[in-house]
């Protein structure tokens, strides 16, 4: 077991992100990432609750990662997404506008409806015709390209187009990259040269160092981490049979 825990684990990713102990890192994180133009930095989060209950039994539950809101009443849905799952800027989408209504309750006014800013994190490359591996994405007018309904965002984070070594780090974006992507591996040494004066950055690395973790958190953390590889060998199981069943079909005909 190394020292720093894989920040990508379901567990470990709400721990540094999703409590209120930590809530400065998600805080900065948001800052970080988001680079407000039209409107001041986050200076505070209220933690919302992650399910988002159906209207009725017979429509899907929607669970995400973190979700939270702003002072401002802005909402924020935070995601980390591991596999590689056929739909997922379609459920990102559908997150984002069920948080959207979710907002009005009973008596609630359409005027008085806030932002939605969707961020995640993406083990996988989700755009393959894009060669940055951050994007951000709004409403424009075709003509126009004025950014009219501004709502909506999202923000996706694809680590697997990442390949910034630790001594070139110099963005507060290169550096969250590297963490999601290269904590287990980064050595005190590197660590030195990705903290400098960062120091939210080294809060993010304490939390994921395991000597602080008790024992029921790294039984559940080595649960998530056994579940992620179960169902990994599982879709690499059925793909190898769809090649099989593939061939076979192929000498039929």
């Excluded at 429509?59 to 995601?79: A, F, P, W």
């Excluded at 984002?96 to 359409?110: D, H, T």
Aim: net charge negative; proline share 2%; hydrophobic share 35%.
């Amino acid at each position: 077991l190394s020292k720093f825990l894989d920040p990508k684990n379901d567990i470990a990713f709400k721990k540094i992100f999703g409590s209120e102990k930590n809530k400065d890192i998600l805080i900065h994180f948001l800052n970080d990432m988001l680079k407000f133009k039209e409107k001041k930095p986050i200076t505070e989060v209220t933690f919302l609750n992650t399910v988002q209950d159906p209207l009725i039994a017979a429509r899907k539950t929607s669970v995400v990662d973190i979700m939270c809101k702003d002072e401002l009443g802005n909402s924020y849905i935070v995601e980390m997404q591991i596999t590689k799952e056929k739909g997922f800027i379609k459920r990102s989408q559908y997150y984002a506008a069920k948080a959207y209504c979710s907002q009005l309750g009973v008596k609630g006014k359409y005027k008085d409806l806030k932002e939605i800013i969707f961020l995640a994190i993406a083990d996988f490359t989700m755009f393959p015709n894009k060669v940055n591996y951050k994007s951000d994405h709004v409403t424009l007018d075709k003509d126009s390209h004025k950014n009219d309904l501004k709502d909506f965002s999202y923000t996706f984070l694809e680590l697997e187009k990442f390949n910034v070594p630790v001594d070139k780090l110099k963005t507060m974006i290169e550096k969250w990259a590297y963490f999601f992507k290269h904590a287990e591996e980064t050595s005190q040494e590197d660590l030195n040269k990705i903290i400098g004066n960062d120091y939210i950055i080294k809060k993010a690395y304490e939390e994921l160092d395991h000597f602080y973790w008790d024992e029921k958190e790294l039984e559940d953390y080595e649960a998530v981490t056994k579940k992620t590889l179960d169902y990994e060998a599982a879709m690499d199981q059925k793909y190898d049979e769809g090649k099989i069943e593939g061939k076979a079909e192929g000498k039929e005909e």
